[in-house]
């Protein structure tokens, strides 16, 4: 059984599908050559979910596509049925929002084209009522030349996950020789097309590529995913007006790369879009019964003023109360989003690291082996041992290690810190975008523990052994936990994922590691346990 409901004055018994146990998935299926793409569902409510495909045509043109869903695996129990159209203008993708579905309810889904029938999907709506658990996979950061999706495949096979939170960097911007791509042609995963991708058709053809993956092709049939991007879904270190890597006098407009790279996301996956009428609008609220409330956000594009670098930082520049990470319009719809919800938690899906991340300036300024080294043995050092020079090393300004994460947007994070504090809500952060292992506590600018954030690691992208490689991993995780006083896990080397399980006693998570992103034939276990508990004086990280 997947949701576990409860039952009680308005909850309801669990609902499984006609499959016998809730969850059996259907059996591997090889997709047809019409369907190379796989089938996908994504957004699932109580009452209805997003069911994705993409049609490789025999030839140009617009055409009908037909979809059914049913109860059970061998479509004996036909629950819905209709015909959609698809054509050039959307890259022959298909997605139909299926509505009037019952809630914790296990769905298989697929679809019809001539003669030709895609492989099953198995889907699942949301719970309503008393909920007693849930479970997520957190993901982030597919690269698909840094190495296999071994995380997606062992997401796959588990069978216990409810849904699939993917927040960003599903795919990756860089041509053939960019980023974590220098292996990439031992293993044929070299970058299509070999360019750095600029045009809605190279964004198409990258998306293409990456659900040319098996293994991110069977996590998609076998559990819906509800998906926000970063920024390599557009260019590195996106913000609303540029990027890092876009250079507009030989790149041209970056709202137009923009626009191409959001038209492309939204085409290849199983998302809703809540407003037509803006496609950067991907902010959006889940709701699982009275246990949690999921609320995805985009600290990327929408609103996010540009990253400051770290001299500008220590001047104060650009520091002031109106710095924008989500913007205005997203920040008053979270506030009121997490005022009105009653549920146990509140659980923040976005991109970047909220926890504080600071360091002392002499590592900041450089983080090599010798400047940590210093810094640690100064604090080691007793006081009454200490040499000058030692102790304006332990009491030396501290900076973030990274601007771009919320460290670097100091007065959005007190003020998202500010609602969960005064609402008295328990509040969780995931993130991704480090491609790095991390649980913190959250606290505001007065030392007050407000929350806990869960940081997964990547799928494929490397971490701090590829940018940092003169020192070990064992080095660099002790360094971090001994400079920074609100971080209670760091693991910077292995790919992973985290496993989210709310109930309404605790919120634990798990990370789980593959030992390889190298070879198909991997190896996975669960490397660290911590939760958190609801209610004011607790709200902070625990040991299991």
């Known amino acids: 059984m997947l949701y576990a409901v409860a039952v009680g004055s308005g909850g309801l018994t669990a609902c499984g599908g006609g499959d016998g146990d809730g969850g059996t998935p259907p059996p591997p299926q090889e997709p047809s050559d019409a369907f190379a793409h796989g089938v996908a569902s994504g957004d699932p409510l109580v ?39 698809t054509g050039p203008a959307q890259d022959y993708t298909v997605k139909v929002d299926v509505t009037g579905l019952q809630p914790a309810s296990t769905y298989f889904y697929r679809f019809l084209y001539g003669e030709e ?55 990756y911007e860089y041509g053939l020789l960019g980023y974590a791509s220098q292996t990439a042609f031992v293993i044929d995963r070299e970058s299509s097309p070999r360019q750095e991708i600029l045009t809605l058709s190279d964004y198409r053809q990258r998306h293409a590529q990456y659900k040319s993956d098996p293994d991110l092709r069977a996590l998609h049939a076998v559990v819906p995913l509800i998906a926000v991007w970063d920024d390599h879904d557009v260019a590195d270190n996106a913000w609303s007006g540029g990027a890092a890597n876009h250079d507009s006098a030989s790149e041209g407009s970056f709202a137009e790369r923009r626009a191409a790279a959001v038209q492309a996301w939204q085409e290849w996956l199983p998302v809703r879009v809540p407003d037509a009428a803006n496609p950067l609008k991907i902010y959006r609220s889940f709701d699982f ?39 205005t319009e997203q920040s008053a719809w979270l506030t009121a989003q997490m005022t009105a919800s009653h549920a146990t938690w509140q659980v923040l899906g976005q991109q970047v690291l909220m926890a504080r991340m600071e360091i002392p300036l002499s590592v900041a300024s450089s983080l090599t082996l010798e400047t940590l080294a210093e810094y640690t043995l100064a604090k080691a050092t007793p006081e009454e041992l200490r040499s000058d020079a030692q102790r304006a090393l332990v009491n030396q300004r501290r900076a973030p290690y990274n601007l771009d994460a919320w460290d670097g947007y100091p007065a959005a994070r007190e003020s998202v810190l500010a609602v969960a504090r005064d609402a008295n809500k328990n509040l969780i952060s995931l993130a991704g975008d480090t491609h790095n292992a991390w649980a913190s506590d959250l606290t505001d600018a007065a030392g007050l523990t407000v929350g806990v954030e869960f940081a997964t690691a990547s799928v494929s992208s490397p971490g701090f052994e590829r940018a940092l490689p003169l020192i070990s991993s064992a080095v660099l995780e002790d360094g971090f936990a001994d400079m920074i006083p609100d971080l209670r896990y760091a693991e910077l080397s292995q790919r992973g994922y985290v496993v989210l399980t709310l109930t309404p006693d605790e919120a634990r998570g798990e990370w789980v590691q593959v030992d390889t992103v190298w070879s198909r034939d991997y190896q996975s276990r669960t490397v660290k346990t911590l939760r958190t508990l609801p209610g004011a004086g607790n709200r902070r990280i625990l040991d299991a």
Request: net charge negative; charged share 20%; aromatic share 8%.
């Open 47 to 85: 009452d209805r979910v997003i069911l994705w495909t993409r049609v490789t045509p025999a030839a140009p043109g617009n055409f009908a596509v037909v979809w059914e869903m049913s109860s059970d695996a061998n479509f004996g129990a036909i629950v819905g049925r209709g015909t959609v159209g």
């Open 117 to 171: 029938r895609s492989p099953t999907g198995r889907t699942k709506t949301l719970p309503a009522g008393d909920v007693a658990q849930v479970k997520l996979a957190v993901l982030s950061c597919a690269n698909f030349p840094a190495g296999y999706f071994n995380v997606y495949a062992d997401v796959a096979e588990r069978g216990d996950i409810d849904v699939a939170l993917h927040l960003g960097d599903y795919i």
């Open 289 to 327: 019964g009275s246990l949690a409330s999921l609320h995805m956000l985009d600290t990327r594009l929408i609103g996010r003023d540009e990253q400051l670098a770290l001299p500008a930082y220590l001047e104060g520049q650009g520091l002031g109360p109106g710095r924008q990470l989500l913007g």
